[in-house]
């Protein structure tokens, strides 16, 4: 993990470990006594509500059997902030966020919101300005499929017998997504040109590239860099960076490069080569998202962005989301899958508040709930599903 408030105090504390449910990630390492969770809950759009009202009710039930008091703040953000604001993220918003130990994200978007300018719309008017807000550099997005749940993959069966176990480590705060220039004009002649900047400093990746080690500590110890060397200069100096940084830094880990035409292919082709996948904030949106596509269910994967800043009782200050979208098709009609959403809570309460037994017991609940057959209609693959508040309730009763 990071150490202090700047980049320039690397310093590892102790040894991270695999996790029960196999992601690996970063290990908190400050264990101060919490006795009370302030966080933001911004619940979004779409099925954004109810699965953070799912969520909600695992968490609160969780805490009170570790004498923990949650004190959630709901606040608004997205596409229902701008029907009631006149704006993605309002003002109030982000100093509910500014006062919390970590932001508890639902999901935002949907097709009222389209016809907006793009700068106006919901994930890029609410999502993007937190992350630059809070200096969420590393997404730690876990791909994971439970042997049970493998029907539920679009890949052959055999090659994914075992399930899937592995982990992505996207930069969130650099190249084309906000490298400056960036805008559209119209040129001399007529035509219309539009640009985007990719760019990366040699320490933004290598602070990312910390990331990826502590968490290809705590699994395989086996980590494959994603880029474009062989087109962008920019890759040129992502790939030379990496591979000084681990050589110099975590020497005993495997490091490999790939391009990322190929790591989209290897990925459809055999998910398990992979352990810890490290790469830039385009490549890392892509790729992750077909990640969650072969883990069978966008409602069953989790997400943390985490950054430098402490919240006040030492831990990673960090925004936890689910991997899938507003689902405006469901929404309100207590179909929708809460497992992400609950999950995402579960790395709440590891990254941002360090109690990493609880986040367990929670991980395990979901994972008992689903394997017993209390499931929604996405994993329930025709037979019999569950609603929303039922699967929360299977969860609250695997506690």
Known sequence: MFYGNSFSDRKFRGQVRKYPLNYGGLASYNQSLMTTLKFAVLPGDGIGPEVMAAALEVLTRAAETEGLTLEPREAD??????????SALPDETLRVCEKSDAILFGSVGGPK????PPK?????????PLRKHFSLFANVRPGLLYPELIDASPLKAERIRDGIDLVCIRELTGGLYFGQPKGT????DGDVEAVDTMVYKKSEIERITEVAIATARSRQKRLCSVDKANVLENSVLWRKTVTDYVAA????IELSHMYVDNAAMQLARDPNQFDVILTENLFGDILSDEMAVICGSLGMLSSASLGLV?????????LYEPAGGTAPDIAGKDLANPCAQVLSGAMMLRFSC???????????????????GTRTGDIAFGGKSVGTREMGQAIMENL
Not at 249 to 252: D, G
């Open 310 to 318: 402490e919240n006040r009782h030492g831990h990673r200050f960090g």
């Open 120 to 128: 106006e719309q919901p994930e890029r008017a609410a999502l993007l």
């Open 185 to 188: 004009r119209e040129l001399e």
């Open 77 to 86: 953000a997205g596409g229902v902030a701008i029907d009631r604001h006149g």
């Open 354 to 372: 360090g109690l990493d037994a609880l986040a367990d017991r929670i991980e395990a609940a979901v994972r008992q709930a689903v394997v017993s």
């Open 249 to 252: 830094h975590a020497p005993e």
């Open 113 to 116: 919101w389209e016809n907006l």
